[in-house]
């Protein structure tokens, strides 16, 4: 089975304090995906990556930045967390674009940012 | 991307057929049809896609109108489990990169009833 693993499932932190999200993958996909998921607004895409080092914004970037070092590990960083980001946090990843590809997602993250 | 609109809540009874509808009048014609459904606290969860034919697998049948319009999705024989939001969702599928990328709406909170 895919698996995608997040690294905590609820997280609390200050405003302003810098934070991590990691997403791993262990079925060696090129594409990985970072979302957020609020209330009444369904999923929205923040960053997505389609190979190593190479990273495309989504349709909300703003005030998050991502790494992807390596095939299977995919971050997202907070430089300075606000409360308007607390969310709930979900990275999926895929095999290629094609027809069919479907996206496998993790448990998600819920951050709380006070 | 198209636009979706579902219905924000549905009730079915255990046991019975669930059939969800979905309407994206404005789809083009290199775009797929892919529902996913996201139970609560987990991530999102593919369940099947289509282009134009009707698409059965052992979660779930697709139905889309000829002229593409709509679709509909339908569990056969719902149970309790299948209680969760389901997301039709529009995509095209482009030979470049960047077609990835999924936009989740709302979706419809489907109650399985005892």
């Known amino acids: 089975d895919v698996k995608v693993t997040q690294s905590s499932r609820y997280l609390v932190k200050r405003t302003g304090e810098k934070v991590f999200l990691e997403c791993v993958q262990d079925?060696?996909?090129?594409?990985m995906f970072w979302y957020r998921q609020d209330p009444g607004l369904g999923l929205r895409l923040i960053y997505f990556s389609y190979d190593v080092k190479m990273k495309e914004k989504g349709d909300i970037p703003e005030g998050y930045s991502v790494s992807r070092e390596k095939k299977e590990r995919f971050s997202l960083i907070l430089e300075s967390a606000s409360t308007n980001q607390t969310s709930m946090y979900l990275c999926?990843?895929?095999?290629?674009?094609?027809?069919?590809?479907?996206?496998?997602f993790g448990p998600g993250t819920r951050l709380t940012v006070t | 991307d198209a636009k979706t609109t579902q219905p924000p809540s549905m009730d079915c009874a255990e046991g019975r057929a669930a059939n969800l509808p979905c309407n994206h009048s404005t789809i083009s014609g290199n775009e797929y049809v892919y529902w996913y459904r996201q139970i609560h606290s987990q991530g999102p969860q593919y369940i099947i896609h289509g282009l134009k034919n009707n698409e059965t697998n052992e979660m779930a049948s697709l139905i889309i109108t000829e002229d593409r319009k709509s679709s509909t999705l339908i569990l056969p024989h719902a149970t309790l489990r299948d209680t969760a939001v389901y997301y039709c969702?529009?995509?095209?599928?482009?030979?470049?990169?960047?077609?990835?990328?999924?936009?989740f709406g709302t979706g419809t909170r489907l109650t399985i009833i005892p």
């Open positions: 079925m060696d996909h090129e594409n």
């Open positions: 969702i529009v995509r095209a599928h482009l030979p470049n990169f960047g077609n990835e990328k999924l936009t």
């Open positions: 999926a990843s895929s095999p290629t674009g094609a027809p069919g590809d479907e996206q496998y």
